[in-house]
């Protein structure tokens, strides 16, 4: 969703541009905004996620050497 919501936002920012239309490019730049904002969140998610799988497989480690 991030990248697609930067592009089309990009996009009508520069038609905005192009036709003289700030609405048009205040729209586009909160649309380009917004897809930059989902995009740090889905790496802040695959970050925690590998975070978690490391932590799993520590746990696992330490169980195993306990046992």
């Known amino acids: 969703m991030g990248i697609g ?4 936002g990009t996009i009508k920012e520069k038609a905005g541009d192009a036709l003289d239309n700030e609405h048009l490019k205040a729209e586009g730049d909160a649309q380009q905004t917004r897809g930059e904002e989902e995009t740090k969140a889905t790496e ?3 970050e925690a996620q590998a975070h978690e799988k490391k ?3 520590l746990a696992q480690e330490q169980d195993a ?3």
């Open 44 to 46: 802040s998610k695959t």
């Open 65 to 67: 050497l306990e046992n």
């Open 5 to 8: 919501e930067t592009i089309k």
């Open 55 to 57: 932590a799993d497989a």
